[in-house]
């Protein structure tokens, strides 16, 4: 009887071990972000935008170039050419009908059924840097 116990226990130990240690090493995958300096751009307060405020403003270029470098390019490819694991954000659409669609994926990533598909960047980097990204991505836009 004890004896069973302790397999039982031992058992329950290694398997809590082994999500806790899966479980982490997902987490940090998903979520490594890489810290954006966007003290150069436009305060714009703490409500969220819908309309990209930095559309065109060759600092916000600049700055989104590398926050998507950091943050965007494992999974969406580097210079914005999907590789395939994420949609190719060169075909999002510009202008205002694109922002508001694509704010609203960066602020609050995708999940489905309990899986996370793409992180929610809103609380980790903050809304200057996704405009910014935002307004780099727009340099990078093709017709599809
Ligand atoms: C862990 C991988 C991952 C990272 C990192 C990631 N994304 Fe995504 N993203 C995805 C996936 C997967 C989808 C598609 C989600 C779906 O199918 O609903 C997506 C969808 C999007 C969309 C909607 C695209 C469309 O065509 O509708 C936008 C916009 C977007 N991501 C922007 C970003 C930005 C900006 C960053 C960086 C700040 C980023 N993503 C980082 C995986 C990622």
Known sequence: MTRRYERAAMIAATLLFTTTFALKVTAHDNVTPQPVDTSKLPDIGEEWRTVNPYR??????????????????????????????APDLRYLEVGEAGDEWFIGRYRHGASRDGKVFMPPFGDIIGQKAGWAIRSWLDTKHQES
């Open 56 to 85: 065109g403003n060759p600092d916000a270029i600049k700055i989104g170039e590398s926050a998507y470098g950091g943050n965007c390019a494992r999974c969406h490819g580097l210079e914005a050419i999907s590789g395939g694991i």
